[in-house]
């Protein structure tokens, strides 16, 4: 392996870990001797923005376009800052978020990763970064994703929504992170920080078995062992139950017409 090679794994470690400055550096030292690899000048564009240098972001971008015009990526980015210098960022160029490099990590049962719909428009999702914290804001039937501005991202895909629903009206409480972002596609990451007390033997969201086997230590393994997997029908017991309990709680019910997302 070269030294170029070398410093490419580097950068994409560097991004992997959310290191952007690191990232950046990483990045730049590789243009420095490949002044034609496009995917080095996506790289460096796509750290530039998490770091607010938007400028920097949009003249590595105008360089991979000369190099690859048709590039659909190169053009969403482009659009984005666009979007971006005729606005007021809320986001991106005007807050930088800190990053914890454990954010992502995955347990088994606690967390999940989701591709939102309906999305907002998209001005507000330009401004979106890794790493920011947005809101869960449950509805009649479903739940919303807003920023902390209450700007409309996204709704839950109906399935997630009932859950989270039923489980945040029995207590649990969820943390909610930006994972990715563009004008087409936003990923969240969704973590359980408290367990509701009627829901104590459940787990939040449905594991895969194999990876949960590989990932878990033995310790935690023994922990979880006693934890049941949360079904459909165990959900409609449990809204029924609540149901009864607070008179003002509407048990999830599917959309029934299309909505067009609230701004």
Not at 106 to 115: L, M, Q, R, Y
Not at 123 to 144: C, S
Not at 210 to 217: D, H, K, Y
Request: charged letters at 30%; a negative charge; proline letters at 4%.
């Amino acid at each position: 392996m070269d030294n170029l090679q070398i410093l490419e794994q580097q950068a994409i470690n560097a991004a992997i870990k959310n290191n952007w400055k690191e990232a950046v550096k990483l990045n730049e030292q590789i243009i420095r001797n490949d002044k034609n690899n496009v995917d080095v000048y996506l790289r460096l564009g796509f750290a530039q923005m998490q770091i607010g240098n938007i400028t920097a972001a949009k003249k590595c971008y105008k360089k991979a376009q000369k190099l690859q015009p048709s590039n659909y990526i190169i053009k969403e980015n482009l659009e984005r800052i666009q979007i971006l210098e005729t606005g007021k960022p809320v986001g991106v160029g005007s807050k930088t978020v800190s990053m914890d490099p454990y954010l992502f990590l995955e347990t088994p049962g606690k967390t999940k990763t989701i591709s939102l719909v309906n999305l907002g428009q998209k001005n507000v999702l330009a401004q979106l970064t890794i790493g920011q914290e947005v809101l869960l804001l449950p509805k009649k039937r479903k739940i919303e994703i807003r920023s902390k501005d209450k700007e409309y991202i996204g709704s839950l895909p109906d399935d997630i929504s009932k859950r989270l629903t039923i489980l945040m009206k029995a207590g649990s409480i969820f943390s909610t992170h930006i994972k990715s972002a563009n004008l087409s596609n936003v990923i969240i990451f969704i973590k359980e920080e408290k367990k509701g007390k009627k829901v104590q033997k459940y787990t939040s969201f449905p594991t895969n078995i194999q990876a949960r086997l590989g990932e878990m230590s033995q310790e935690e393994e023994g922990r979880e062992e006693d934890m049941e997997e949360l079904s459909d029908s165990d959900l409609d017991r449990l809204a029924e139950i609540l149901t009864t309990e607070d008179k003002d709680y509407l048990p999830y019910e599917p959309e029934e017409t299309d909505e067009e997302p609230e701004e």
